[in-house]
Nanobody, 123 residues
Framework: QVPLVESGGGSVQAGGSLRLSCAAS???????MAWFRQAPGKKREGVAS????????NYGDSTEGRFTISRDDAQNTLYLQMNNLKPEDTGMYYC?????????????????WGQGTQVTVSS
């Protein structure tokens, strides 16, 4: 397995910022890495994905422009910088990894998931 461990969640007021991290225990250079989130009673939503081999980055419709995904393959770590947070960004944020490109990142199954980190944004 490729254990993924998220960190960096917390409670902030609207307009604030948080930086999430996802640490993997093995080399993730060939994996598509992504962040997903899920709010209570809602479907899981794709936040952003990143793939080193073709330098592709993708964002979900509700996060582009406010969130920035990045990765450090030397440290096997994925990041998500979240700025100008809104109450609707509240939810559990999950890191995911799959051995493929990110071309169809919103579809299909993912090989590995983290346990999630909670983000709560108050108005």
């Amino acid at each position: 397995q490729v254990p993924l461990v998220e960190s960096g969640g917390g409670s902030v007021q609207a307009g604030g910022s948080l930086r999430l991290s996802c640490a993997a225990s093995v080399d993730t250079a060939g994996y598509c890495m992504a962040w997903f989130r899920q709010a209570p009673g809602k479907k899981r939503e794709g936040v952003a994905s990143i793939y080193t081999r073709d330098s592709s980055i993708n964002y979900g419709d509700s996060t582009e422009g406010r969130f920035t995904i990045s990765r450090d393959d030397a440290q096997n770590t994925l990041y998500l910088q979240m700025n100008n947070l809104k109450p609707e960004d509240t939810g559990m944020y999950y890191c995911a990894a799959d051995w493929r490109s990110c071309a169809y990142w919103l579809y299909g199954d993912w090989q590995y998931w983290g346990q999630g980190t909670q983000v709560t944004v108050s108005s």
